[in-house]
């Protein structure tokens, strides 16, 4: 069932792991090109190490070109130690923050919800983790990652490595608007994450979170500290609903919320703010388990899922396909990464392929899509 509008969108697969759960993702997007579930057009563009080994540069002009002229982007994984030593600027992760910044998405929305079906892979004990559903709201184009002075210098012959945490007044606002409105449509509860106690930066962050939060009466805001919040997580993490955070507090907290779902390779993200959204699983390129068929592509999945409904408008097809990834996980299929006694044990292509079937079977049941 098409609107009438062909939808431009652009796949960027990277390294490792990336181009592997990318492929099934890939895949079923011909698929429902075909079957007119909805009308796409896909390309595919280099970014990060393999760009690199192209092209020589890891985010080629070319790239970004495509995706400031697409709705939305896709994107897997990028780095690897072939290219640790690399110069900073030749890095794919310096590709990574070159993307995020050239989109404008200043806003990484990383939910992290339990399938209950999962409950087990949890290291945590299924009474602590049970209804945990939250939204690290992530500041991304700021902070340490962005901020100047950088660089490693030579200062009275020792050598210093230099990072600047800043973060400018418009800055924390516009991401905290973004968070009070995430929190107004789950269970109206923000908590500000930050280290108020030692930098100034978190000092200003908080003052102007408290500020913002005049404009949402309706939500609760609460103060906590970075390290503290890294414990509460694993205590208690029922207590939280919206975290909103900078970008290298945001970057470490999801990570370990992801664990608490399961498996990193179940968590998917939307970075939105700018006219295109970009859309990736928060893990990396997986060095370790790359070209083995063993990933976990269900966070790529997921995050398509989070494309079709915040760029695309398209909630159903989102729903049907997080429902497709339940149950697929009902019927006790795994990968590695979440496997458990009994399971059905299938690599990344093949749990690919039952994410993709389960999609289209979905579908029909709900008599869109042939
Ligand atoms: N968005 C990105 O492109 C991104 C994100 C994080 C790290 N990286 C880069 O990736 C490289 C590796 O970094 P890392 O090892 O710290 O983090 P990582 O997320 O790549 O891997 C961490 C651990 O999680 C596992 N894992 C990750 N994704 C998985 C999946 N889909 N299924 C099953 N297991 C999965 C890995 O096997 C590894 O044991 C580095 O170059 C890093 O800079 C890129
Ligand atoms: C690879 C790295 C630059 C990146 C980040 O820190 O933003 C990654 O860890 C992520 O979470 O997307
Ligand atoms: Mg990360």
Redesign the pocket.
Known sequence: MTHGKTHKILLLPGDGIGPEVMAPVSALLSEMVSRKTIDLQVSEALIGGSAYDRTGHPLPADTVARALDSEAVLLA???GPKYDTLPYEHR???A??GI?EKLGAFA?LRPAKLFPQLANASTLKPEVIRGLDLVVV?E?TGGI?FGSPRGIVTEGGVRVGINTERYSEPEIERIARVAFNVARSRKKKVTSVDKANVLESSVLWREVVVRVAREFPDVTLEHMYVDNAAMQLVRNPGGFDVIVTG??F??IL??EASQLTGSIGMLA?ASVGGKTGLY?P???SAPDIAGKDIANPSAMFLSLAMLLDHSLGEPALARTLEKAVESVLEEGVRTRDIAEPGCTLVGCREMGERISRAFFRLLESLGRGR
Do not use: F, K, M, Q
């Open positions: 994984a990028v780095g794919p992760e310096r990574l923050l995020r990484n992530r991304l990652y970008n290298i945001g970057d999801s990570d993200s990736e928060i893990h990396g």
